[in-house]
C-alpha cells in the first residue's frame, strides 16, 4: 500500500449508452494507476440454461441464438453440433459449407464493429462512423443469404433452413471485393495512425504463458501468440476442407489484439471466396423432408465447440432420451475474456482502462460518482461529481 | 508422452463420437492431482475451457465436468468426477489454473458447488439479490416469491 491517504474507487457501468453489455467495474485506483478491480456481473443474467431444459430440443435453436445479438449464429451453429454429436447425425457437404459461409459473414461484421467501437474509444470518430456504414454491406449479406438481417436462425438440427441460389452468388463476390478494398484502407490506418499506435501499444500487456493460465480465448489469447482457434484445432463444418491461416502476433498488447482481427477479416473474405467457388450441391439437410426430423434424442452427451468471433464457444448438451435436453450448459468467450483479462488492467491508467476492455471485445463507460475509501478507518463516503470538482483535491 | 499414458493410473480414457475428444472418470479427490500433472506435462500448451456440473437428481450426486484443451496434441479432454448433492465439495483448482476462476464462481453460483480454497466465491454472482441462497440449476429447485 502506498503512502497516500486514500484509495479512490471508482465505478465503471452497468448502464451508459457506450456500454454493449451491463456490466460493471469497480476500480480501485492510487492517483491514475488501477491496483485492484473487480467485476460485478449479473445484471443481464436470463436463465437461458434453466430455460433451456424446459423447452424440446426444436424450441431450444430458437432461445440459444437469442444468448447473444451480435455472434447469434454461432450459437446456434454450436448447439446444433453438440446435438448432432448427441444423436449422430450427419450433416450433408452444402450444408456445412453454407453454415461456415454464414458464421464468416457474422466474423466480419463483428470484428468491423469492434474496430470501430475502438476507434470511438479513442476519439478518432470519423473512422467509426465509416467502419459502421462499410459494415451495413456485411449486414446486407447476412440478409441476403440467412433471411435476417441480424438474428438469422439460419441453423437446423442435421443442416440449414435455407438454400443459397446460384444467383446470390455473383452478388455476395461483388460486396466482398467491396469490403476487401475498404480493410486495405483501415489496416492503414490502423497501423500507422500515430494517434492509434500510442493509445493502444504496450497498453494492456498479456503473455503467452499467462493468456493460457488465465484460459483467455480467441483473438485475445491469439494477440498473445497462442495458436488458440477452434477452426483449427477442433475443426467443425466444412473447416477441414477450406485452407486458412491462423492469425497470431507476438505483442500482446491492446494493438495486437485489434490487428489480429482486421487480419482475420481478410482471412474470412479469403475462406467466403472458397465457398463460394467450391460449394457443394445436393440437399441440405439429411432427409427427404423436413417433418422426418427426429423428435426425440438418444439418452447420452454431447459437445459443440466453434470459433465465434470473440473465441471458443461451447455447448455441452446432456439428454435422458427425452424430448428436452437434461442440461445445457452454455460457455461464451467473454465470460473467460472479461472476467479473468482484469489482470491486464492492473497498475495501468485510467485511461487505457477503455481501450484495454474494448480490446477484449465489449465497451466501457465514464464515472458519474466516486467512492472515496479512507484508509485510516476503512469508511467509504460517496462524493457526488458536481461536489468533488469543486472541492480541493484530494490526498 | 501422450495423453493415454499420462493418465493410466487414473482409470479408462475413453473416446467421445469425434476422434479427439476424450473422457475419463475419476474420484472427487483426484482432481487437484490430475490438474497439475496435465499442466506440468503441457506447460504452455493448455487451458481450461468450462466447469460442467450436472445434477443427477435419481443418483443422488452432482457430476463435474472439468473440460480442458490441450493445444500441442490438439486434444478436447473431458474429466469427469461425482460428488453427493447433500454435501457437494470438491476442491478448488484455481491456484494450479486461474483461469478456473470464473468458472467455479459461475458453479457455486447456479449449482452450489462449494470448491475448498477459492477465495472469490461469493454468493449472488450472477444471481439477483433476493435469490443468494438459492441455486437455481438444481433440479428440485422452485422460483421463490420476492
Request: proline letters at 6%; one cysteine or more.
Amino acid at each position: 500500500m502506498s503512502k497516500n491517504k486514500y484509495l479512490v474507487e471508482i465505478p465503471v457501468g452497468p448502464q451508459h449508452p457506450a456500454l454493449h453489455e451491463p456490466i460493471s467495474l469497480r476500480l480501485k485506483v492510487e492517483g491514475e494507476r488501477v491496483v485492484q478491480v473487480d467485476v460485478v456481473a449479473g445484471y443481464n443474467h436470463r436463465g437461458v440454461e434453466w430455460l433451456a431444459e424446459r423447452k424440446t430440443f426444436y424450441q431450444d435453436l430458437f432461445l440459444v441464438a437469442r444468448t447473444c445479438g451480435i455472434c447469434n449464429a454461432v450459437h446456434g451453429a454450436s448447439y446444433v453440433q453438440a446435438v448432432e454429436d448427441l444423436a449422430g447425425i450427419e450433416v450433408p457437404p452444402r450444408a456445412r459449407y453454407l453454415r461456415a459461409l454464414v458464421m464468416e459473414l457474422e466474423r466480419i461484421h463483428s470484428h468491423i464493429l469492434v474496430l470501430a467501437v475502438m476507434a470511438e474509444v479513442i476519439g478518432f470518430e470519423s473512422l467509426f462512423m465509416l467502419m459502421m456504414r462499410d459494415r451495413e454491406r456485411v449486414m446486407y449479406l447476412k440478409e441476403l443469404v440467412t433471411g435476417n438481417r441480424v438474428h438469422a436462425d439460419y441453423m437446423f438440427i442435421g443442416g440449414v433452413r435455407r438454400d443459397l441460389p446460384s444467383e446470390k452468388i455473383d452478388k455476395i463476390k461483388k460486396n466482398i471485393d467491396y469490403i476487401e478494398e475498404r480493410m486495405k484502407e483501415y489496416k492503414k490506418i490502423w497501423s500507422e495512425d500515430p494517434i492509434i499506435l500510442k493509445r493502444t501499444q504496450e497498453v494492456g500487456v498479456a503473455s503467452k504463458s499467462q493468456a493460457l493460465a488465465h484460459s483467455l480465448v480467441g483473438p485475445v489469447a491469439r494477440g498473445s501468440n497462442v495458436k488458440s482457434d477452434i477452426r483449427y484445432i477442433d475443426p467443425y463444418d466444412a473447416y477441414d476442407e477450406i485452407p486458412f491461416n491462423v492469425i497470431t502476433r507476438d505483442e500482446g498488447d491492446s494493438w495486437a489484439r485489434m490487428m489480429v482481427r482486421i487480419d482475420e477479416v481478410f482471412e474470412s473474405i479469403s475462406i467466403i471466396r472458397y465457398i463460394l467457388e467450391h460449394l457443394p450441391s445436393g440437399p441440405i439437410i439429411p432427409w427427404k423432408n423436413i417433418k422426418l426430423a427426429p423428435r426425440k434424442f438418444p439418452k447420452g452427451e454431447g459437445i459443440g465447440r466453434v470459433e465465434a468471433p470473440r473465441g471458443e464457444l461451447l455447448y455441452h448438451v446432456f439428454s435422458d432420451g427425452s424430448m428436452k435436453p437434461y442440461r445445457v450448459k452454455i460457455r461464451t468467450p467473454s465470460v473467460l475474456n472479461i472476467h479473468n483479462g482484469v489482470f491486464m488492467m492492473l497498475d495501468q491508467h485510467i485511461a487505457d482502462i477503455p481501450v484495454i476492455f474494448v480490446s477484449f471485445d465489449p465497451c466501457i463507460s465514464c464515472t458519474e460518482r466516486v467512492t472515496v475509501i479512507d484508509l485510516k478507518t476503512n469508511e467509504k463516503k460517496l462524493i457526488p461529481w458536481r461536489k468533488l470538482v469543486k472541492e480541493k483535491p484530494l490526498g | 508422452m501422450v495423453l493415454k499414458d499420462l493418465l493410466s493410473d487414473y482409470g479408462e480414457l475413453k473416446k467421445y463420437r469425434k476422434d479427439n475428444r476424450f473422457h475419463i472418470t475419476v474420484a472427487p479427490t483426484l482432481i487437484r492431482e490430475i490438474t497439475s500433472k496435465l499442466v506440468k506435462e503441457y506447460k504452455d500448451g493448455i487451458y481450461i475451457s468450462t466447469i460442467t456440473p450436472v445434477d443427477l437428481i435419481k443418483e443422488g450426486v452432482i457430476e463435474v465436468n472439468y473440460e480442458f484443451q490441450i493445444l500441442p496434441e490438439k486434444t478436447f479432454l473431458v474429466v469427469k468426477t461425482r460428488i453427493p448433492r447433500d454435501k457437494s465439495e470438491i476442491d478448488s483448482i484455481v491456484d494450479i489454473l486461474p483461469g478456473a476462476k470464473v468458472l467455479e464462481q459461475e458453479a457455486y453460483d447456479l449449482m452450489g458447488v462449494y470448491f475448498r480454497g477459492n477465495p472469490y466465491l461469493r454468493k449472488p454472482f450472477l444471481l439477483p439479490e433476493h435469490m443468494a441462497q438459492e441455486t437455481p440449476l438444481r433440479k428440485d429447485w422452485k422460483p421463490s416469491k420476492r
